[in-house]
Nanobody
């Protein structure tokens, strides 16, 4: 069973930076997409950034130019560098990796437990 462990959340003042990391462990044949989502209180979970296996990133319009997603395939890890943080970025951030765990060509979506980012207004 694959597990994701997230780290890097916390409290930061507006305009500051945080770097989130998410490492996968377990039986892994390959990983397709790696991404970050967030959910603020009373709101639906939304995509923040995602990177395909070929390294192509996609970002939500609200974070373009401020957030950067990157991945280290050798370590099964995805990072999210968040700069110029705003109060509206406050949320629980969830990592998701699309993982192939067996020789069969089947990929499973695996989610992390979430890490809280708080940017006071």
């Amino acid at each position: 069973q694959v597990q994701l462990v997230e780290s890097g959340g916390g409290l930061v003042q507006a305009g500051g930076s945080l770097r989130l990391s998410c490492a996968a462990s377990g039986t892994i044949v390959s990983i397709n997409a790696m991404g970050w989502y967030r959910q603020a209180p009373g709101k639906q979970r939304e995509l923040v950034a995602i990177m395909t296996s070929d390294g192509s990133p996609n970002y939500a319009d609200s974070v373009k130019g401020r957030f950067t997603i990157s991945r280290d395939n050798a370590k099964n890890t995805v990072h999210l560098q968040m700069n110029s943080l705003k109060p509206e970025d406050s949320a629980v951030y969830y990592c998701k990796q699309v993982v192939r765990q067996t020789p069969r060509y089947v990929y499973d979506e695996v989610w992390g437990q979430g890490t809280l980012v708080t940017v006071p207004s």
